[in-house]
C-alpha cells in the first residue's frame, strides 16, 4: 500500500497495491497492520454502504460528542470526496482538500475525526463504501453547509446539486458547532 498526504497532512490518500491478470483484480482493501504503520491506528466499529445517483450531493457531516474517522472508497461509479478540517486549534482549520476517487484507481480517503466530510457524484451512479471509527449517533450529528461561501469548495457540479432537506438545511462553518 502506498500512503501519500494531501494539502492537509491529516488527511491521506491510500493507494492499495492491486494484483491484476487475465482473471480481473485482487487487493487488499483493509488492513489494519498497514493503515497503523500509515498513521492510521484506529479501530473501526462500523461499516457503512450508500448509493447514489449522478449529482447527488451528501454533507458535509460531522459528529459532535463521538467523532468519526472515515476511510472511505467507491466499489462502483465515481464520485468527489471532500474534508474539511473544524479543529479551531488547527492550523488547517477551515481548509478543504478534496480528491476523485472511483472503482478504477481503487484509492481510498482518510478523514480523521475533527473533519467534516461530504461527496458529489460524478458518475450516472456510485456505490461509496466507508469505515467509522465510533458508532453513528443521530443525536450529536452536525451539518456545515456545502456550499458555505468562506470555505469555497470547488464541486464539480453544473447547476446545483441534489441535496437532502437536512443538507440544505445545513449551518455555514462560523454558525456550527465545531471541535477545539
Known sequence: MNVRPTAIPDVLIIEPRVFE???????????SRGLAQAGIDYQFVQDNQSRSVRNVLRGLHYQVRQPQGKLVRVVRGEVFDVAVDIRRSSPTFGKWVGVTLNEGNKQMFWIPPG?????????????????????YAPADERTIRWNDPELAISWPVQGDPVVSAKDASGLLLRDAETFY
Open 21 to 31: 491478470d487475465s482473471r480481473g483484480y485482487f487487493f487488499e482493501s483493509f488492513n
Open 115 to 135: 473533519f467534516a466530510h461530504g461527496f458529489l457524484v460524478i458518475s450516472e451512479s456510485a456505490d461509496f463504501l466507508y469505515k467509522t471509527t465510533d458508532f
